[in-house]
């Protein structure tokens, strides 16, 4: 009995000590926006809803919370589908040096991503006029995201039993037929998971954007939040603490939704 | 799949070759190199290898993606994994909630969470420890990014490994405690052979993402004085700060070559049986 | 879509000004001037003369090497705006870099025949000049003081009106705060995290104390007795307890002087005349003082000795200051010019001002407005005389952060021999070898 | 010995998988564990093995009360329907790993593994790893290891229902004679009571988390509790029809039977294994004891062959030894043959008929 | 009608799991594809669906060479052995799903699926989704599914193995009436004898690639074509006891036996089924035509019981009536009947004995 009290105990601190270490910090980001005179530090707040509304004094904040929005979901959706089609294929075609393959894909992404690819970006968007676009900056960024997707995404396919695809194509299926009706139902969490994690990177991405875009009605809310500092770079907090706030709202809510609609997990697909 | 492969052709690989080129010469932003960029050929890897504060930085660089992601994500996330391992309620739907929440809140955001936690003065964790004063982002650099990063990218291990530890069948696990086995045991002689597989996809990943991290910069901005100068940081300081596109691309090529090294060292480490362990 | 002026069906024309910029949040103000004065007054008298002109501002607001990418990297590709605002100090880099081209070269003639050049004083000029050729108009100019609070001067027994003669006489009023209780008794910027603050607010005001320019006559200054002495006020300063070597090293640390030094935490701090207008001012600061006026003091910055600085002067300050240029590919170059002196003129910058004070390039305007505030007239009366600049070259950024870099050492304990070494040998490695570099 | 009282176990959810549950299995004793599917017979097995706590109830082993004590410490061996084989491992690793556990040195336990392999016939091979195993390859290796530990209990889930219909009933015959031998106590599940009744001592028929009959396969085949136990015992699936007991009389199925014994008007449930009935082709004059039909189905049992007679919306079914096998679609009769018929009333035995 | 012929498939990697193979499967017949685990039971219904290709040989259904088809159109309809219901369709989805792919209108398919649901009993269910139906429900919506595109020809594989025991027995019974009703040539894959002989109408024996026998249930039970079939049909495995003929007589296990025919002298292998022996447990006096021995197992069938002898190395297996079983430990004698036996000699069958 006192074994299976201290396995409990041991479990009940271990998670005490995990939601302590997960969640302190989120607690300025509850205090600070309803804070008269906000500072760094996480204080009962000298209750307003003030910075709210100086902050949508703020001519290009609401504007900038929809750029990102349709900069994320153009990104996430063409990266899920994307990599949907491009890990289906990897996964049921057999090429040899095919994960090497993979992985070299991804080394690359990581060298597009950095500071350093920018000219490249930036030139390349140029030529095709992208520039002060929203596709421009939704392609760019798929690019970047692709193959770490196909490689998530690779697994999930991996999981699923061939026998339900080959039950379709008995029935005579096509191939189409069968990515839509059969597959990308499978692995409907593995998409969540991917779209979740592809809008929470082009949210929170600043580079790209602002190196791409000129008009400041087109930018996202990462190159909104910047401007929120004075003439010698120091942060104002109240307005930057409310526009965090509400910039990080629309993630929050996809993921609630998302986890409840789909579920949030990898592998596996659906349990039978 | 057509669409995907010209996407990726023209977004990601021809960008990343030129970059690649782009390593190979004096280029830089503004000055007189950037009107008539010449081809040095090997020449920044070479300064950059004689650098101090470049192997500084790759140093740290090693120590970050070891503190924080091989040993810090990759440990707690499984630990966090297993431990809601079939646990069902509202504990593991708080858990894997937060967890959740510090990877997908935007990075800016983020680092004034932190900055706020930690900060000398009026930060939260010197309010709670009655520390006033303790300057963890000074005299801790390298320590609290890792702290950081550890917060920041927990949430994907923990995924990766609770789906693995689904694929583990219960009938193991339940043979080795028959037998009398500890929870190390247990872990040492069922989980790690099973989850090999994933453990080396995560590693892999995690350590790509780590390698080019970027989200310190707002909390120490490489300082002080260079002491959590990690090389997405230097990249970053060189290349964007100092214009010198040129070199910093060439140290993005290395960064590869270096993930390329770790991708090998795992391999070496998990022997290389993905196909024959992955369910 | 986006670049440089054209001509659209109607026959009326578009022009782009930027600027890193942008309502609601950096820099608000001089968004709102540009949107809500320049455009309709610029596109209204137009109008008299019988041209259909559209002016749009695209407007920015981050980092200051972030703007400086972006504008490059539209300069490079044969966009971006037709009126661009820039630093100075970019402008030597720019022009290196073939972005941009001298104004006469852009605008023709019209350029050295325009009526502003002889009401900014030739220094201030000098902003825009490169290799002698004027590539922009300036927009103002600021200048470095010693700021010092008065309440705690009387506590420490030191008069309300100081204005040091040497560096000793620095420390000693600094010895005397200390003595007072005071907890920070001097800052003056060091380090990396502090970045171009450091530089000129700390270094290069100290070296041009000591008697050595950052540049000059195409030579860098390397580990001289210059940079040796200056590196020496550091070690004096954070090795006794008279600055707080901790803050030089926060990512924040300059934000956090200023709320200390509102806070009466700091005795004395060299900045730059910014501080005044817009950190511890009264009713919009970022730290607000409500009795600035009473409490704030300021003083010259003095030479290492009476004498010792450069052109044998007493005290020294520096100054920077923002330049508009021409976009060398607009299409309207005439026309962008006409926009660009536009702004210059008396009018749009009183305008701009819009009852603030602040040092403007324009003498005839500062005569005008500088008169309600007595500090900015003595920066403008007293400091601009003996300012100096910065040498707009492309390699000055990375000149400037291996300063940073010694001051950090020297702060962080490090001998002044030592740090001048590696100061020397860095600066070397910068700007292709011993021969480019003083010792 | 091992004797469970008042054993429950509810899962959160409300799922009471076992029902306060009372069971004594002798020392030395197979004992199988048979039901349906979900009627909770894992469950009941993995209590005794620890790796389930009862929410109330005991659970004793040779004496003592292990109910508060970890699996480990039970001195109980558990051989898993799936095997539950360490992939990773060789068969030697495999069968020596409780040893490991239990601090053996290497040199003892490899001799052990290797003296249990040899015993059931796996010495050729002990360096092979499971996946290059066949299946009943693969369950020896399960079972040696089981073996190697000498627990006190087996505990055996469905250890056959892996393997294909051949191997199966030869692992049968193997596992009777290893447990005969080792003689020590064994749990045995299964759904397939063919098995059961083969293999097992005793047999605890449970349903929905309780046992419904306990005793040894002669008595649950003959005498079976309730209609339940009698449908679900028997190779081929006992006749189970309504029936009424009307003045002395038994009507089934439009065919009028003697009635036993005294039994009080009513309806019934009348039982009858398609064993215990003959066939004939012919109608049977000026009787109403055999039951009629058309033939519906007629399947090969090898030596015999089970027809299932359609008898308006009844089917009968019968087995007839080789060659009597009628076609499909002739009208036939089934005659019961005396005293083999069960009844039940409200679901319990009455009387053999 | 299928007709494969010469038909090969081998895997990359050398494993030849079909192996230069000729059959023909008439129209309406319910055909049974027999073998143990590994024989290509399964690749050889994968080809002939057209899901694998195979590497020689040609596949013929209802007199056209579809070989270079794909499976969509090759009309045909297949029941995986884990069902391959699609676990985010309903049931209604599910049995439509072959109708949405040709096109059929959606009222149409939805009222095609409730028709053939509500003729396998499965209306109640049509709104549920797999998960929530039971391996013998989702097994029936399987088949439903096949049945809704009424295909040319069914294939099935191992559709009953993964209901449990009891189930599958009724399953069996329902899948035989279902196939006679519908009558549509279907292929059944399966390693359970017992299955096959109560549902084919003929089996084909498969052995590592290969057809052993084909024939009706009866042929392949009475006179399997080699020991390997021999051993493997019957639902008690055959005796198969290493034999000599010696001068007219058959010398096997210690027994002398009369030869039934002219068989040149030498070795033989000697087939009894367990059926056809009557054990004693009394010495037979001056008689040397039983096999003797020791009762080292028994098993309980239910209405018979399985003994095994041990005689000498050798074990012999013979089923007893109820009643009659001997106890472990003691002597019996096992009499072969007369004419029961098989010979066989190079792997070929002689004659019966
Ligand atoms: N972990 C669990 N949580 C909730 N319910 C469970 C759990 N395990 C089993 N059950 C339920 O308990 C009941 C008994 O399950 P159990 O596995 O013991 O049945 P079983 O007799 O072994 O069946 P089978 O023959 O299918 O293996 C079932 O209704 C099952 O759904
Ligand atoms: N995709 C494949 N690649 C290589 N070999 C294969 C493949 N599929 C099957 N085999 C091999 O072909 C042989 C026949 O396999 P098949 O699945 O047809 O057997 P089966 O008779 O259906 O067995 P079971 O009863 O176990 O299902 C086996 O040796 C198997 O290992
Ligand atoms: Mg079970
Ligand atoms: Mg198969």
């Given at each position: 009995m006192t074994r299976h009290a201290l396995a409990t105990i041991g479990r009940a601190t271990f998670f005490a000590v995990v939601l302590g270490f997960f969640s302190l910090p989120l607690l300025w980001l509850a205090s600070a926006p309803f804070?008269?005179?906000?500072?760094?530090t996480t204080s009962?707040?000298?209750?307003?809803f003030g910075n709210f509304r100086s902050l949508l004094d703020n001519p290009y904040v609401m504007s900038s919370l929809r750029n990102s929005l349709l900069q994320a979901a153009g990104s996430a959706a063409l990266v899920v589908v994307l990599a949907a089609l491009a890990a289906y294929a990897l996964s049921r075609v057999r090429v040899p040096g095919r994960d090497a393959l993979l992985y070299v894909l991804l080394l690359l992404s990581s060298v597009v991503t950095g500071t350093a690819a920018m000219v490249p970006l930036f030139e390349l968007a140029t030529r095709l006029n992208l520039i002060d676009t929203h596709l421009g900056v939704i392609l760019t960024l798929s690019g970047g995201l692709l193959p770490a997707a196909i490689f998530i995404l690779k697994d999930f396919m991996d999981g699923t039993p061939t026998s339900y695809e080959e039950s379709a194509r008995v029935f005579g299926a096509s191939p189409l037929q069968i990515l839509r009706h059969i597959v990308i139902p499978l692995v409907r969490p593995g998409l969540a998971t991917i779209a979740v994690w592809a809008v929470a990177n082009v949210w929170g991405s600043f580079l790209q954007p602002f190196i791409l875009l000129r008009d400041p009605d087109k930018s996202p809310g990462a190159v909104i939040l910047y401007?929120?500092?004075?003439?010698?770079?120091?942060?104002r907090l109240d307005l930057i603490s409310t526009f965090s706030l509400l910039y990080s709202l629309p993630v929050v809510v996809m993921y609630v939704f998302v986890s409840r609609r789909y579920g949030f997990r990898f592998h596996g697909g659906i349990k039978r | 799949m057509l669409p995907g492969l010209v996407l990726i052709g023209i977004f990601l690989i021809f960008p990343a070759l030129w970059t690649i080129y782009l390593g190979l010469t004096d280029y830089?932003?503004?000055?007189?190199a950037a009107a008539n960029p010449q081809v040095v050929g090997l020449d920044n890897y070479t300064t950059a290898l004689g650098d101090d504060r470049f192997r500084n930085s790759l140093w740290l660089t090693v120590q970050y993606v070891l503190g924080s992601a091989v040993v810090g994500q990759a440990a707690l996330g499984f630990a966090i994994a297993w431990m809601l391992r079939n646990r069902p309620g509202p504990v593991k739907r708080v858990t894997e909630g937060l967890v959740l929440l510090a990877w997908i809140l935007p990075s800016s955001v983020v680092a004034f969470l932190w900055i706020a936690l930690l900060d000398?003065?009026?930060?939260t964790l010197n309010a709670l420890l009655h520390?006033?004063?303790?300057a963890w982002l000074l005299d801790y650099p390298m320590s609290s990014i890792i702290v950081f990063n550890i917060w920041r990218g927990t949430a994907f291990s923990m995924m990766l490994y609770g789906a693995a530890l689904e694929n583990v069948p219960p009938s193991h696990l339940e043979t080795a405690r028959l037998a009398g086995a500890s929870t190390f045991q247990q872990l040492r002689d069922v989980v790690f052979p099973r989850i090999k597989g994933h453990v080396l996809t995560n590693l892999l990943l995690i350590s790509l993402w780590t390698f080019n991290d970027f989200t310190s910069f707002q909390l120490t901005a490489g300082g002080p004085e260079g002491r959590s100068e990690i090389l997405p940081v230097y990249i970053y300081n060189v290349?964007?700060?100092?214009?010198?596109l040129g070199f910093g691309a060439a140290i993005s090529f290395l960064v590869l070559l270096i993930n390329l090294v770790f991708a090998f060292i795992y391999l070496r480490l998990l022997r290389g049986r993905r196909k024959v362990v992955v369910p | 879509a986006c670049g440089t002026g054209s001509e659209s069906s109607d026959g009326s024309v578009t022009l782009i000004i930027t600027s890193n910029a942008i309502s609601g949040g950096k820099n608000a103000e001089t968004a709102d001037w540009t949107t809500r004065w320049v455009i309709p007054e610029f596109e209204k008298e137009q109008k008299a003369k019988g041209r259909q002109v559209h002016v749009l501002f695209q407007p920015s607001g981050v980092d200051d090497e972030q703007y400086k990418t972006k504008i490059a990297l539209d300069l490079k590709s044969h966009a971006g705006a037709d009126v661009i605002d820039v630093d100075g100090i970019w402008v030597g880099e720019f022009a290196q870099a073939g972005y941009i081209k001298p104004l006469s070269e852009v605008a023709g003639p019209e350029v050295d025949s325009w009526e502003g050049w002889s009401q900014i004083p030739k220094a201030v000029q000098g902003l825009g000049i490169f290799e002698d050729k004027k590539y922009g108009l300036p927009q103002g100019t600021d200048g470095r003081v010693l700021y010092f609070n008065k309440d705690l001067f009387k506590k420490a027994g030191l008069p309300a009106d100081w204005q040091p003669k040497s560096w000793q006489e620095i420390l000693d009023a600094g010895n005397a705060l200390k003595a007072a209780?005071?907890?920070?008794?001097i800052q003056l910027n060091a380090g990396t995290a502090m970045g171009e603050a450091t530089t000129m607010q700390g270094a290069l005001p100290l070296l041009a104390g000591a008697g050595?320019?950052?540049?000059a006559d195409g030579k860098w200054t390397g580990g001289s007795q210059a940079l040796k002495d200056v590196l020496g006020f550091y070690h004096q300063i954070y090795t006794t307890g008279?600055?707080?070597?901790k803050l030089q090293q926060e990512a924040q640390g300059r934000d956090k002087s200023f709320a200390q030094f509102a806070e009466g935490k700091i005795g004395i701090l060299a900045e730059g005349d910014y501080f005044w207008r817009a950190?511890?001012?009264?009713?919009?600061?970022?730290?607000?003082?409500?009795?600035r006026d009473a409490a704030v003091g300021y003083a010259l910055i003095p030479s290492?000795?009476?004498?010792?600085?450069?052109?044998?002067?007493?005290f020294v300050s520096m100054s920077g200051g923002a330049v508009r240029v021409l976009n060398?590919?607009?299409?309207n170059p005439k026309l962008a010019w006409e926009l660009l002196s536009f702004m210059h003129s008396a009018k749009a910058t009183t305008s701009q001002l819009a009852g603030a004070a602040r040092i403007t390039s324009r003498t005839d305007v500062n005569d005008e407005v500088?008169?309600?505030d007595p500090m900015l007239k003595f920066v403008s009366d007293e400091v601009l005389p003996i300012t100096a600049y910065r040498p707009p070259l492309a390699v000055y950024p990375e000149v400037s952060v291996a300063l940073q870099e010694a001051t950090a050492a020297v702060v962080s304990g490090k001998t002044v021999d030592e740090a001048a070494a590696a100061y020397q040998q860095k600066v070397e490695s910068l700007v292709g070898g011993a021969a480019n570099v003083t010792s | 010995m091992i004797s469970l009282s008042g054993l429950t176990k509810e899962f959160?959810?409300?799922?009471?998988?076992?029902?306060?549950l009372d069971l004594e299995i002798r020392d030395g004793e197979f004992f199988a564990l048979l039901g349906?599917?979900?009627?909770?017979k894992t469950t009941l097995l993995r209590t005794i093995a620890g790796l389930e706590t009862p929410t109330s109830g005991n659970v004793g082993i040779g004496g003592t009360?292990?109910?508060?004590?970890p699996p480990g410490r039970r001195d109980v061996a558990m051989v898993f329907q799936d095997y539950?084989?360490?992939?990773?491992?060789?068969v030697t690793t495999n069968i020596a790993y409780p040893l490991r556990i239990k601090k053996v040195s290497r040199a003892r336990r490899e001799a052990k593994a290797a003296e249990t392999a040899s015993r059931l016939s796996l010495s050729e091979l002990l360096?092979?790893?499971?996946?290059?195993?066949?299946g009943g390859q693969q369950q020896r290796v399960a079972l040696a290891r089981a073996i190697a530990?000498?627990?006190?209990v087996f505990l055996f889930d469905?250890?056959?229902?892996?393997?294909?219909a051949r191997l199966r009933l030869e692992a049968r015959t193997f596992l009777k004679r290893l447990q005969r031998e080792l003689a020590v106590t064994t749990v045995f599940v299964t759904h397939d009571q063919g098995e059961a009744l083969a293999l097992a001592d005793r047999i605890a028929v449970m349903n929905a988390g309780r046992i419904t009959q306990v005793g040894t396969p002669s008595e649950v085949f003959h005498r079976p509790a309730d209609p339940f136990v009698a449908g679900f015992i028997g190779s081929t699936p006992m006749n189970l029809l309504p029936a009424s007991a009307e003045g002395g009389e038994l009507h089934v199925a439009g065919a009028v039977l003697p009635l036993p014994r005294d039994i009080p008007d009513g309806p019934l449930v009348y039982g009858l294994r398609p064993e215990y009935a003959d066939l004939s082709q012919s109608a049977p004059v000026g009787r109403r004891d055999a039951f009629s039909g058309k033939v519906a189905v007629v399947e090969n049992l090898g030596t015999a062959h089970l027809v299932t007679l359609e008898s308006g919306d009844l089917l009968i079914q019968v087995v007839v030894p080789e060659g009597d096998e009628p076609a499909v679609g002739a009208s036939a009769w089934a005659a019961p043959r005396p005293g083999r018929a069960l009844l039940y009333r409200d679901d319990r035995l009455l009387t053999g008929a």
């Open positions: 804070d008269a005179h906000p500072s760094i009962l707040p000298e209750f307003t401007t929120l500092y004075t003439e010698g770079g120091a942060p | 830089r932003l503004t000055g007189l000398r003065d009026e930060g520390t006033p004063g303790f290349a964007l700060s100092g214009g010198q | 209780g005071v907890p920070v008794p050595a320019q950052i540049w008279l600055g707080d070597p950190v511890v001012e009264p009713k919009a600061g970022v730290a607000p003082m409500q009795n290492e000795r009476p004498g010792s600085g450069i052109r044998g002067q007493d060398p590919n607009s299409k500088l008169g309600v | 959160p959810g409300g799922v009471r998988a076992i029902d306060s349906p599917s979900g009627c909770g009360d292990v109910t508060g004590l539950a084989l360490f992939p990773h491992m060789d360096a092979r790893r499971p996946a290059q195993l066949s530990s000498r627990p006190q469905e250890p056959l229902s892996n393997l294909d």
